[in-house]
């Protein structure tokens, strides 16, 4: 049985996984590797900033969607990835061997590149994450 190891918990992510155990079954263990246990519907969070929704309204949590599907979910970080050894290190010390590896991790926000910019040490306001679009609802009603 092969050992499929997915990093990334968002739509990248829980699409290979659904994927990959749809066509695979049974020949394969899935396993999905993620520091937030939730799914956000990114597509939403401009509702959220507006009001028109809440965050519970647009979030699943993951290991409910993955375990009717038989897909196993670590809520931790992927810290390290042994190529040489095939297997995942989390920031937990959890060692997790593969066959075959998906790195579906999304963007890097890269604030820093731009001095000012960014909702934490600039003085910009995100759409991007569920916290940011959060704080940026709180500007939105400053505004208003």
């Known amino acids: 049985m092969s050992r499929i190891v997915v990093l990334g918990g968002s739509f ?29 519907f990114l597509p939403s969070l401009p509702w959220l900033i507006m009001g028109w929704r809440k965050p519970e309204d647009i979030t699943l949590r993951v290991s409910e969607i993955l375990k009717p599907k038989g897909i196993e979910f670590v809520h931790d970080a992927a810290k390290q990835i042994d190529a040489d050894s095939s297997k995942v290190i989390t920031s937990k010390g959890k060692e997790l061997p593969y066959d075959h590896l998906v790195i579906s991790t999304g963007p890097y926000l890269s604030f820093d ?6 909702p934490d040490k ?9 916290d940011h679009a959060l704080r940026t609802g709180e500007s939105w009603k400053k505004i208003l």
């Open 12 to 40: 990248g992510g829980l699409t290979a996984a659904f994927e990959l155990k749809r066509l695979l079954g049974k020949k394969a263990d899935v396993t999905v590797v993620s520091g937030d246990d939730r799914f956000v």
């Open 113 to 118: 590149e731009i001095p000012g910019l960014g």
């Open 122 to 130: 600039g003085h910009t306001d995100c759409t991007f994450t569920l």
